[in-house]
Structures are given as structure tokens and as C-alpha cells.
Nanobody, 126 residues
Framework: QVQLVESGGGSVQAGGSLRLSCAAT????????MAWFRQAPGKEREFVAA????????YYADSVKGRFTISRGNAKNPVYLQMNSLKPEDTAVYYC???????????????????WGQGTQVTVSS
């Protein structure tokens, strides 16, 4: 069974940091574009960051640029998200996602992604 499982979420105060991990089972995602999305209560799921299969290209939402860093890992943990200078508006469930179309430009639309994790909660208090 192919699965992506996020971990590393939690509760922090504004200005704090968290590092999210995404574990893969059932197949290797080494040649997939990987991304992070988030969804806050009552809001639509939104793009956070994406990284190419080589790790050479990355792209960020304006709201997290300069604070978050997406990075590639190994076959079992294909992607991480380092989140610094967290703000209350970063509170959301965070999802990792995989896009098999690694030859395309980094996608920001959720429908472009083929595999999803179940999400991990991040709560930032002021």
C-alpha cells in the first residue's frame, strides 16, 4: 500500500520553529516532485512549497517565503519542511503530496498531485 505519513507537527508560540517530515511506504518517491500544502479551519487547501525530484528547484508561496525551507530527503523520507518564525496565521493541518509528473514545472494546484498524506496539525499561538 502506497502511503505518505506526515509527522513533526505540534503547538508552538509565535516566533518558534517546527520541522515537518514526510515518510513514504509502498513505493519510492525519489523521482517525484514533492510539495507541502496546508488547510486552516474553514479555508481551502493552499499551496505552501514544492521541490523538484533533484532538489535543484523549489518554489514557495509568498506567505512563507524567507521563513520556510523545503528540502529533499532519502527514499523513505522524501521531503521535509523547516518552518521558522512561525506566525498564528500559519496554524493549519499540513499535508505532504507527490506529483509523478516530474518533468513538468513545479505545480501549485492540489489536483496536480497524485499522492497525499493524512496531515499533521500545526498550531501557533500568539
Amino acid at each position: 500500500q502506497v502511503q505518505l505519513v506526515e509527522s513533526g507537527g505540534g503547538s508552538v508560540q509565535a516566533g518558534g520553529s517546527l520541522r515537518l517530515s514526510c515518510a513514504a511506504t509502498g513505493r519510492s518517491f525519489s523521482s517525484y516532485t514533492m510539495a507541502w500544502f496546508r488547510q486552516a479551519p474553514g479555508k481551502e487547501r493552499e499551496f505552501v512549497a514544492a521541490i523538484s525530484w533533484t532538489g535543484g528547484n523549489s518554489y514557495y508561496a509568498d506567505s512563507v517565503k524567507g521563513r520556510f525551507t523545503i528540502s529533499r530527503g532519502n527514499a523513505k523520507n522524501p521531503v521535509y519542511l523547516q518552518m521558522n518564525s512561525l506566525k498564528p496565521e500559519d496554524t493549519a493541518v499540513y499535508y505532504c503530496a507527490a506529483d509523478r509528473n516530474y518533468m513538468a514545472a513545479l505545480a501549485t494546484a492540489s489536483h496536480e498531485y497524485d499522492y497525499w498524506g493524512q496531515g499533521t496539525q500545526v498550531t501557533v499561538s500568539s
